[in-house]
């Protein structure tokens, strides 16, 4: 067995664990539209929480509040979507709501809170969207 | 016979390891409770399991077990929602491994560095979140948690005018999020607070530099007196603007183990008591 006398990194193997995990958020951050808030990055309150981000799909049968209080799935999904938009989740989204569509096509926006507090104005930025083609 | 006998309350804050470990079994217990109700088909076994082990075979709560039981349960939660947990959900495992390590090498000194260098992870980390975010630089952030109310709360109860202007912008964003955000529509605010724009961008710095102050401090002299002063304004600043009970709770044991006075072990403990009761009767955020 090794000892720790060769391994001194293995006395502080948590604290490296945490900042490889910081790592991978940063990462997921930058490549994903990971929110700041999730991932073990401790991002938490640098940026306006995700749960206030707007999913935003043209053309829906009914509205989309509708929808998540008729199916708990399409509100899981569109959390997931919230918190991060990357292709694979508003994919998944896309192809669900394909089924509530008036059309062949979904689209599927993500948009973040925009503040400008020096002129007092509240807008939205686009993080992504995605669009979809029914098969 | 002498219930409350404070020189028994001097000794539990003289063994600052038990005292820390009692405190982190109390918050362990209540966050399990508090987050039970998710993913229960993992949890229903894993729960049963662990509290047979517990009832049968934990008979102190310096036994490896308890803590590989609600490690084992906090784990379970990170694989099935690793990106919905919160931050200090990845803390909370990060000292309960620490613990598990500790109890069975008894190595003390190598725990409490441990414990030192997570603290200035979770403090420094944040801090640097803040500093590349450039909506928390410019202050826009705190602008808008102030003027929606999400931040400094109980200011409303008092202040009827504020609570109404907090109305208007809440109906704003209402209005706002029944358009298509494509026509790119703005809205104005009102502020609570006169300068409020200037009021949040210092505001912002002030954070980050105390935060990483903190971290910086901990990470030099994580006994003297000034880094718990500042730690603890820290944790009540915190406390102040956003009941975040659990990861408080988890910085305020930290705490305890970082101190070298009883006098601040005491001050951290109230602070741990006062969040997991909070928790318990749901105010704020577990």
Known sequence: MMSKKNWPILKYAVPIVALMIIGVHFILVRTSNLNKWKGGGFGMYSEVHYYFNEVYINNLTEPLDSLIADDKNIGNLMMDVKRMPNK???????????????????????????????????????????????? | MNVLNWKSTKEVLADKNYLAL???????????ISTGMDHKRVKLPLLCIGLFLIVFFVKNLR????????????????????????????????????????????????????????AVIVLLFSGIQKLV???????????????????????????????????????????????????????????????????SHIFAWFTIIIEMGTAIL?????????????????????????????????????????SEHTRIRAIYSVLAIVFITLIIINIGFY
């Open chain 2, 218 to 258: 901990i990470f030099l002299k994580p006994k003297h007196l000034v880094t718990h002063a500042l730690f603890i304004s820290l944790i009540l600043g915190i406390f102040l603007t956003r009941l975040e009970n659990g990861f408080l709770t988890l910085l305020a044991i930290s705490g305890i183990w970082l």
């Open chain 1, 88 to 135: 694979m989740n508003l994919k998944k989204m896309a192809t669900v709501m394909s089924n509530y569509v008036t059309n062949d096509t979904v689209t599927i926006e993500v948009w973040k809170p925009l503040i400008d507090s020096k002129n007092s104005k509240y807008s939205r930025e686009l993080i992504n969207k995605y669009q979809f083609i029914k098969p």
């Open chain 2, 63 to 118: 036994q490896p077990l308890l803590w590989y039981i609600f490690l084992t349960i906090l784990i379970s939660d990170l694989i099935c929602d690793y990106f919905v947990r919160a931050n200090h959900h990845f803390l909370l495992i990060y000292i309960t491994i620490l613990v598990i390590i500790f109890l069975h090498n008894g190595q003390y000194e190598d725990f409490i560095t441990n414990i030192k260098l997570l």
């Open chain 2, 133 to 199: 975010s450039p909506q928390f630089v410019s202050g826009d952030f705190y602008y808008y948690m102030i003027n929606t109310g999400s931040f400094f709360k109980p200011l409303l109860y008092f202040n009827p005018e504020m609570k109404q202007i907090v109305a208007h912008n809440h109906a704003q964003i209402s209005e706002l999020a029944l358009l298509d955000p494509n026509t790119s529509k703005i809205v104005t605010f009102q502020n609570v607070l006169p300068n409020l724009a200037i009021i």
């Open chain 2, 22 to 32: 009692k405190l982190l079994l109390i918050f362990i217990t209540v966050y399990l």
